[in-house]
């Protein structure tokens, strides 16, 4: 009882006061960052920050209390509806009275109040759901993870790598005709690491990254634009005043930054220099106004979540609790990641958001439930 005192102290009062750290911190730089561009769209310098205060911080609260506190046997059990709920909710964003357009894509649902984003709720109940679905096919007797129905081949085929396929593919075509592909890579990637954290044969990796490839091969070649994001990442000195502005002007801000930043509140990129500077490129904003010294701590922080949440996953009671936490520990930790590489020019821009910093209500009340999942598991280990 002791030691499931201690482990619950230090892994769970470790991740729950660095999510605090990271939601406060994120708040208080969004407050800074999203004053001009309030005050010149709405003659208010806290529109921006009550609208992400009002409509994400709070119901993330109040939906992370919830994660926290249900029963992992419940959440387990309820996985395939929310999942299915959250399909639902995918397809409403075509209806023309539900679903709205902007920027030429179909990813929101309107409330009349405010819009939300269910693609980003796919990213905890897709996590929950392969997590459940596999735990379900897995005996715990069997110490090579699969059920002994699956002994060879064809039933590794038909009762394990098919249905995930089928599963991966639903995703898929729902977020392509959005379309929203930065959020499927992420959601794609996440729910591969689960999938092969339950022990998969070697096999089934290289089938699924060679579908992966030439899924990645027809959407270039179907949409061209794509191609244009790789080769402007490539050389964004191709088109500087056009597509290569965001990155140039994300470099802007963060050598401007230097070691020490210009200090908090401080950028000029935020006065509409830098597009997306309030989401994609939040990233390159902080780098400006705190530096190297910012922006590697913050990098620093961002390493003991993903640590952090591992610990949490190893030492889970059971496999649903164990996978669920791997996934979502991959999929922040994924997601800051790309975001952050493309604010410095290292990857392409993705258009995702970095969690707990850039404006947004719909991923910071997933990423707060994502933390209440953790503190869940956490807690019964």
């Given amino acids: 009882m002791k030691r499931q005192f201690n482990h619950f102290l230090f892994h769970s009062g470790a991740i729950f006061f660095l999510a605090v750290f990271l939601n406060v911190f994120g708040i208080l730089f969004l407050a800074t960052l999203s004053a001009p561009a309030s005050l010149r769209q709405f003659d208010s310098t806290n529109y921006y920050l009550l609208h992400q205060i009002l409509f994400g911080l709070l119901p993330a609260l109040v939906l992370g209390f919830i994660a926290f506190k249900t029963p992992l046997h419940i959440i387990k059990k309820i996985a395939p509806w929310l999942f299915l709920l959250n399909i639902l909710a995918l397809a409403f964003v075509f209806l023309p009275f539900f679903g709205s357009r902007f920027w030429g894509a179909k990813r929101w649902l309107n409330l009349g109040f405010t819009t939300i984003q269910p693609s980003e709720f796919l990213k905890i109940t897709a996590i929950l759901y392969l997590s459940a679905w596999i735990s379900s096919r897995i005996s715990e007797q069997n110490h090579r993870g699969w059920i002994p129905a699956a002994k060879n081949g064809y039933h590794n085929f038909i009762y394990i790598l098919l249905p995930f396929l089928v599963f991966l593919g639903l995703i898929s075509t729902i977020l392509i005709l959005q379309p929203d592909v930065s959020t499927l890579g992420v959601i794609s990637l996440t729910l591969v690491v689960i999938y092969f954290s339950a022990k998969t044969p070697i096999w089934h990796a290289i089938a699924v990254i060679s579908g992966g490839m030439g899924a990645l091969l027809l959407l270039i070649k179907f949409e061209p634009y794509r191609l244009d994001r790789l080769l402007i990442f490539l050389h964004p000195e191709s088109d500087p005043l056009g597509k290569g502005w965001q990155i140039k002007q994300s470099m802007i801000a963060l050598g401007s930054g230097g070691f020490f930043g210009k200090g908090l509140g401080m950028s000029s990129q935020k006065f509409g220099h830098l597009p997306a500077a309030m989401t994609d490129s939040i990233f390159a904003i902080l780098g400006e106004e705190l530096g190297i010294i910012g922006s590697v701590g913050l990098i620093i922080l961002f390493f003991l979540f993903f640590w952090l949440g591992l610990k949490i996953a190893k030492s889970a009671n059971d ?40 404006y947004g209500g719909s991923h910071i009340v997933t990423e707060l439930i994502g933390i209440g999942l953790l503190l869940n598991i956490s807690k019964n280990s």
């Fill in 319 to 358: 496999r649903f609790s164990k996978l669920t936490a791997i996934g979502v520990t991959t999929w922040i930790t994924l997601q800051a990641f790309i975001n952050m590489a493309s604010a410095i020019g290292i990857f392409p821009l993705a258009g995702i958001p970095l969690p707990f910093f850039s």
